[in-house]
């Protein structure tokens, strides 16, 4: 099992800053890309960004120039730098893990997320 922790959260106003953390933990073999996703109330959950282990990423448009996503391979560890934020930014912000065990076996891992709120 692979345990996510996110951390970062909180509130802000429209055109502030805040860093969300998420470090991964437990039975770790290969974690292939790590990344950010955001739900809210009666909507699906939706890709905010995703970062591989090779160091490609890729973001939603709404938040391209907006967030930055980085990471330490050697600390399972992935960040997300959001700035410029907006009252369409409030939502929970879950981390997720794709991971491979030894054994080739593929499954992916969700934090229990982090709020974000923005007033405007």
């Known amino acids: 099992q692979v345990q996510l922790v996110e951390s970062g959260g909180g509130s802000v106003q429209a055109g502030g800053s805040l860093r969300l953390s998420c470090v991964a933990s437990?039975?770790?073999?290969?974690?292939?890309?790590m990344g950010w996703y955001r739900q809210t109330p009666g909507k699906d959950r939706e890709l905010v960004a995703v970062?591989?282990?090779?160091?490609?990423?890729n973001y939603a448009d709404s938040v391209k120039g907006r967030f930055t996503i980085s990471g330490d391979n050697a600390e399972n560890t992935v960040y997300l730098q959001m700035t410029s934020l907006q009252p369409e930014d409030t939502a929970v912000y879950y981390c997720?893990?794709?991971?491979?065990?030894?054994?080739?076996?593929?499954?992916?891992?969700w934090g229990r997320g982090t709020q974000v709120t923005v007033s405007s």
């Open positions: 997720k893990a794709d991971h491979v065990t030894d054994g080739g076996a593929r499954n992916h891992y």
């Open positions: 437990g039975s770790i073999f290969v974690i292939n890309a």
């Open positions: 970062l591989t282990s090779g160091g490609s990423s």
